[in-house]
């Protein structure tokens, strides 16, 4: 294959690239941060569609559990709502202490300590890949069955294509995807308003014989089995149904995506998620024991309830289907908080070392590329697991987001008990927080005891391997920095010289590029070894740096020129010391998504500027290499070398010895 062949297959390449993903962008826009954020109505849609859709399949599941005894289900609808709300509520105040997003990671790190917040953040990611896979298979069986039966032998294909048109819209931006499911989530609201309001309207005369039933059957099981036994299946019940409050985290994990101002905005959205979860999922409950629906094989309840209820409108069998079928396609939506949240959950652990540094890096449109890329791989590897089998997945789902809401809750209840003296009001605080711990916890234990046989055991060993492996990371970068820290208190002994140079740079000798990241021993290193290997060979050195933006830093304008004042002091830091020896020095600073790129074009640019020129950059090397760490440190030395050699720059990395 000759160059151009390459080179056409190249271009070819970046513009289908650029076609499905979209163009890159300018992060020196000042409304960027305006444009790429979610008003309250988007960021409903895109993270309350996961509580939503849940009403498709978790009302259902705790009505089913009743058995005979679904008259209890007034009770279970009221429950159902009042833990909805204080949940909810729960998660509000997480977002007033905690704005920069993270939820259950950030406050079980932060209130209980980073133990407890490594459980909490591997339990909500698992979680969040099976939010993907369920919500998308259980898409599939909702829209194939009303297909032919020959037709189901592609439901699979067919929920792998879900998976990577998700992925690929996630790539171009958490906003953009939202937009585009937006018809989708409104559909399923309208419907569901006729549906729950107009079949309790029009049964509103059943509910005295509802009553009446409610009172005869109570006081029969109460003589019969007895209270205890009675509490022991209103219970059960409402654990199998726990499936309806996950996607109630959500908003407080991705709160970085919020409109200004962030906090009013998150709150705004859980009024939002609340209400209309509340509302569909006690209404539906309500709906089922108005109509005395009893299941049907081969048909979930809401499709029964949809017949019934528009049965005798114009148009009513069309309008049923098309309230079955805005469900089937909202778990399509309800997947998209799993691609919102779980990217900002690893990009926090992450910052924390626990995860590869790289689930931190925002791609050139502003997304969590490896996040959204690691969350789509890994719900296809489980929907392959499966075979697509929601009733395998179902048994998984729930037991984590419960064991992330009892930490929160324990974590918050703790957090204003600790703060007593400074909260007059703690006491209104913590009572919901331990109202919340009380439901969660209770939810948590029958629900791993019910489904532990069943399949729940495999979450628990997934998570517990998830868990594992980031105690790996976490010791491996300690480990890393214990070295690095031995070569900077080496390093920091070095005096400044007594020899100050402040003549300019002369574009016509030897220049010294070096790729610094920060005032440190690391940069010092590389300095040093170019004086002891070239003496007297290279009269200027000019220091580059770039800002890396990312998940920790995008959040505002302020924390970006905090980044670039933080950048351009370190860099002032390195010239006052070489021109103390006697060198001219200077500096160049950029910030940017990609470090990669952006220091190779302004190594491009100093080397037109300055035409003798070599570029140095450092790179950790360890005593014995293995794949593990080359996947916990990036190649971006490499990287920069080969592109900068490929336009003919000589580019020099100098090894950088870590003893571990």
């Not at 204080?86 to 990671?105: D, K, L, N, V, W």
């Not at 959950?345 to 626990?354: L, Q, T």
Request: charged content about 15%; overall charge positive.
């Amino acid at each position: 294959m000759n160059s151009d062949d390459s080179g056409h297959k190249i271009k070819f390449a970046e513009k289908l690239r650029r076609r499905l993903i979209g163009p890159p962008r300018d992060i020196h826009e000042p409304s960027i941060f305006h444009r790429i954020s979610l008003i309250p109505v988007l960021a409903w849609i895109g993270l309350g569609a996961d509580g939503l859709s849940s009403s498709s399949y978790g009302p259902e599941e705790a009505f089913k559990a009743l058995g005979p005894h679904s008259y209890l289900a007034v009770f279970l609808a009221l429950a159902t709502a009042l833990t909805v709300f204080i949940i909810s509520y729960a998660y509000t105040r997480i977002i007033e202490h905690f704005p920069h997003g993270g939820g259950g990671y950030i406050v079980s790190t932060h209130t209980i300590g980073k133990n407890a917040g490594v459980i909490s953040g591997c339990a909500l990611l698992v979680d969040y890949v099976l939010t993907i896979t369920v919500s998308l298979a259980s898409c599939g069986d909702a829209l194939f069955s009303y297909l032919p039966v020959t037709y189901l032998k592609y439901k699979l294909i067919f929920v792998v294509f879900l998976i990577l048109l998700l992925v690929v819209m996630n790539l171009r931006g958490v906003k953009e995807s939202v937009t585009a499911l937006a018809p989708i989530f409104i559909i399923f609201v309208v419907t569901h308003i006729l549906l729950i309001g107009y079949g309790i309207l029009s049964h509103a005369n059943q509910v005295g014989p509802v009553a009446r039933a409610f009172e005869e059957n109570f006081k029969y099981d109460l003589s019969t089995i007895g209270y205890v036994s009675m509490l022991a299946i209103f219970l059960r019940a409402f654990s199998l149904g726990g499936g309806t409050y996950t996607g109630i985290e959500a908003v407080s994990n991705a709160m970085q995506i919020m409109r200004e101002p962030k906090v009013q905005t998150g709150k705004r959205t859980m009024v939002y998620l609340a209400t209309s979860l509340a509302i569909t999922a006690g209404g539906l409950l309500f709906c089922y024991s108005l109509y005395r629906i009893i299941p049907a094989e081969g048909r979930t309840l809401n499709a029964v309830l949809a017949d019934l209820t528009f049965g005798n409108w114009p148009l009513g069998g069309t309008l049923a289907l098309i309230t079955i079928l805005s469900e089937g396609a909202l778990l399509m939506v309800g997947a998209q908080s799993g691609f919102a949240g779980g990217p900002s959950v690893m990009a926090n652990m992450a910052i924390d070392s626990w995860l590869p540094r790289r689930f931190a890096s925002l791609s050139e449109r502003l997304s969590m590329q490896d996040g959204v890329l690691l969350m789509g791989g890994a719900a296809l590897l489980l929907l392959l697991y499966t075979d697509g089998s929601v009733s395998a997945l179902v048994v998984m789902y729930s037991i984590n987001v419960f064991l992330t809401f009892t930490l929160s809750q324990f974590g918050m209840a703790t957090f204003f008990f600790r703060n007593r003296e400074k909260d007059k009001a703690w006491k209104r605080h913590i009572a919901v927080h331990i109202i919340g711990l009380i439901l969660c916890l209770t939810i948590l234990v029958i629900t791993v005891v019910i489904k532990f046989e069943e399949g729940g055991w495999l979450t628990l060993l997934i998570t517990s391997g998830v868990i594992g492996l980031c105690y790996l990371i976490r010791r491996h970068y300690t480990k890393v920095r214990r070295g690095v820290r031995q070569l900077e208190e080496i390093l920091s002994e070095l005096p400044k010289g007594s020899h100050p140079n402040n003549e300019p740079l002369d574009t016509k000798e030897a220049t010294a590029i070096l790729l610094v990241r920060g005032y440190s021993g690391f940069g010092l290193h590389v300095w040093l070894s170019v004086v002891r290997e070239f003496p007297k060979l290279y009269k200027n050195f000019i220091f580059v740096s770039v800002g890396e933006i990312d998940s920790g830093s995008f959040k505002g304008i302020a924390e970006i020129d905090a980044l670039k004042k933080s950048v351009e002091s370190d860099l002032t830091k390195y010239v006052r010391l070489v021109r103390s020896y006697g060198f001219p020095a200077d500096y160049r600073m950029e910030i940017g998504t990609d470090v990669a790129d952006t220091a190779t074009g302004l190594c491009e640019s100093l080397v037109k500027e300055f035409p003798r020129s070599t570029v140095f950059t450092g790179k950790l090397i360890f005593r014995e290499e293995n794949p593990f760490q080359k996947l916990l440190h990036n190649e971006t030395a490499f990287a920069i070398q080969r592109r900068l050699q490929w336009n003919g720059v000589t580019t020099v990395i100098l090894p950088i010895r870590v003893d571990i």
